[in-house]
């Protein structure tokens, strides 16, 4: 839907307070009731463009932890999956541009991003204790530390790409990460 695409673009570069109801309308050649006839609410409509969004992110995690590979190759699929969301220095993640404005969003909204944010906290944990096993990732300490870490330093990197209008931000904070990682279980560093 051409309306759920524009407001999910429109919140990734601008955050909730910078989306517009009208400019939605216009971007899309509808009037401003058109968006009323599906979503009643600017907040209904931010809360379906998250929930289509988290469900993205969780069949990917999904996706990647049933694919087999070592932890390396899930954290270096990690990365980079997240990496796609600065559209080039232009955007950030949708989780990311919704929690800076988390005081306007209604406590669904907050739901909603509590319970990504704790699946993807889960998951990296189940990432880097696999790690342990495997010796693919190195120098783990406690997996839940450096799953958080992890989850603040590739936000903090698409934070850095978006001040700076330049992706390679995003590669240069993670790169000491990505250093960690060995793809396959093998001695190939992924950068």
């Known amino acids: 839907m051409a309306i759920m695409d524009i407001a999910s673009e429109a919140v990734r570069k601008r955050g909730y307070n910078?989306?517009?109801l009208d400019q939605i309308a216009r971007d899309v050649g509808i009037r401003k009731s058109s968006i009323y006839y599906h979503f009643a609410s600017k907040s209904e409509l931010?809360?379906?463009?998250?929930?289509c969004f988290s469900d993205r992110i969780y069949a990917f995690l999904e996706e990647t932890?049933?694919?087999?590979?070592?932890?390396?190759?899930?954290?270096s699929a990690y990365i980079a999956e997240t990496g796609t969301f600065t559209e080039g220095g232009k955007s950030i993640c949708m989780?990311?541009?919704?929690n800076?404005?988390?005081?306007?969003l209604q406590s669904e909204i907050v739901d909603d991003l509590l319970t990504f944010h704790d699946a993807n906290i889960a998951w990296l944990t189940q990432t880097f204790?696999?790690?342990l096993k495997d010796g693919s990732i190195a120098d783990i300490g406690d997996p839940l530390e450096e799953?958080?870490?992890?989850?603040?330093?590739v936000d903090g990197a698409q934070l850095m790409a978006r001040a700076h209008q330049d992706p390679e931000f995003y590669d240069q904070a993670t790169l000491?990460?990505?250093?960690?990682i060995s793809v396959s279980g093998g001695d190939d560093v992924a950068r």
């Open 18 to 20: 910078g989306v517009s």
């Open 65 to 75: 932890a049933a694919g087999g590979g070592c932890a390396g190759d899930r954290l």
């Open 176 to 180: 000491l990460l990505r250093s960690r």
């Open 100 to 104: 800076i404005d988390r005081d306007n």
């Open 147 to 153: 799953a958080n870490a992890c989850l603040a330093l």
């Open 95 to 98: 989780s990311i541009a919704l």
């Open 46 to 51: 931010i809360a379906a463009i998250f929930r």
């Open 129 to 131: 204790e696999l790690g």
